[in-house]
């Protein structure tokens, strides 16, 4: 990772942490954020292309569900954060909604969902 990429990092961690009252590092928050993000996708491209029934896909997202609400102290802040079954886009977001309603400054996609682990790799 280039210095350019490991300050937006940073910088995504440091906004993560503020919007959900994290004590974290920002760039451990991050990578363990990429990786469930990783996972999601994963499961969604498998489920949609068949090489997964539901049952299995159920039950492992219900897995990556369960860390991300651990990682992310979803019980005391109640952020609305989903899980998108689509593998079109990324798979870990904020409602809508609540971003637009509270002004979070991440990065969204073309719906106005917020992105929890977007690949800052490629950003200008």
């Known amino acids: ?6 300050m937006k990092v940073y910088q995504y961690g440091e906004k ?8 974290i590092e920002p760039v451990l928050l991050c990578r ?3 990786r469930l993000e990783a996972i999601a996708h994963r499961l969604a491209e498998d489920f ?3 090489t997964m029934q539901e049952p299995e896909f159920s039950n492992k997202i219900k897995q990556v569900r369960e860390k991300l ?3 992310l102290e979803l019980d005391r802040n109640k952020i609305p954060v989903f899980i998108n079954g689509d593998p079109r886009g990324y798979a870990l977001k904020i409602v809508d909604d609540y ?5 979070l400054d991440i990065s969204t996609d073309m719906g106005g969902y ?10 200008q």
């Not at 971003?99 to 002004?103: A, F, G, I």
């Not at 917020?114 to 950003?123: F, I, K, Q, V, Y």
């Open 1 to 6: 990772m280039n210095k350019q990429t490991q």
């Open 16 to 23: 993560l942490k503020k919007i959900f009252g994290l004590s």
């Open 114 to 123: 917020g992105l929890l682990a977007p690949d800052l790799r490629g950003e």
């Open 48 to 50: 949609c292309n068949g």
């Open 99 to 103: 971003v637009r309603e509270h002004k």
């Open 32 to 34: 363990r954020l990429r």
């Open 69 to 71: 609400r651990v990682m």
